[in-house]
């Protein structure tokens, strides 16, 4: 299957500060990334749809300006947590369309804001 | 109404089971189906793509009934490594929409 990297795989970080995480498709060209969260015993809960050269489609409720998605290439593909608070503590997980059709997921990024 | 729903389980089966698990979805328009397998603290890995046909692969077959909008998991002989959490993905083309289940857990014990 085609292969999704993301960096870094953990971080903490103080209140208030940004973080910046990267998906990269490794194997593939990627127009269209998606960026989801999963908080300890859910399911994944899309954030926003990231395309290649244009703005990020955020779903209802996730907030833009706090969730800065930029796609400047076809296998990169930006997350910024901007100001970030212990509530945005989750699991961030990229992915991006390969072949067969569906999704292939990075390995995620565990974010721990104190 | 969630767009894709699963019994969250837990199921707790004895090696060499074989255990089924079940998902529904509402929308009508959904087109393509899968299965993924997420361990814990993982990531999600793609386990099977869902055809109309159904569609078999080595001890796990899925199926598919868009009549009755729901799609199953059947897996066969169960392994203490097929232990994870198993998620129901619903794609819907139209605006590319995918759709996640709650995912229904699998312990097996030994």
């Known amino acids: 299957g085609a292969v999704v990297s993301q960096h870094p795989s953990r971080v903490i970080c103080k209140s208030g500060t940004s973080v910046k995480i990267e998906c990269r498709s490794l194997d593939f060209q990627a127009t269209t990334m998606f960026w989801y969260r999963q908080f300890p015993k859910q399911s994944l809960m899309l954030m926003a749809t990231s395309n290649e050269g244009s703005k990020a489609t955020y779903e209802q409720g996730v907030e833009k300006d706090k969730f800065l998605i930029n796609h400047a290439s076809l296998t990169l593909s930006t997350l910024t947590v901007t100001s970030a608070h212990p509530e945005d503590s989750s699991f961030y997980i990229c992915?991006?369309?390969?072949?067969?059709?569906?999704?292939?997921f990075g390995p995620g990024t565990r974010l721990l804001v104190l | 109404r969630k767009e894709v729903e699963q019994d969250p389980g837990p199921f707790n089966v004895p090696e060499g089971a074989t255990v089924a698990f079940n998902c529904t979805y509402s929308?009508?328009?959904?087109?393509?189906f899968f299965w993924y397998r997420q361990d814990c603290r993982k990531e999600p890995k793609l386990l099977m793509s869902v055809y109309s046909s159904g569609n078999e692969d080595g001890r796990f077959t899925a199926q598919l009934n868009r009549a009755s909008q729901y799609i199953s998991l059947l897996i066969r002989d169960s392994k203490l490594s097929d232990s994870a959490t198993y998620l129901c993905v619903v794609n819907i083309w139209t605006g590319n929409q995918f759709y996640f289940g709650t995912g229904t857990s699998l312990t097996v014990i030994p």
């Open positions: 929308n009508s328009a959904s087109q393509s």
């Open positions: 992915s991006a369309w390969g072949t067969e059709e569906t999704q292939y």
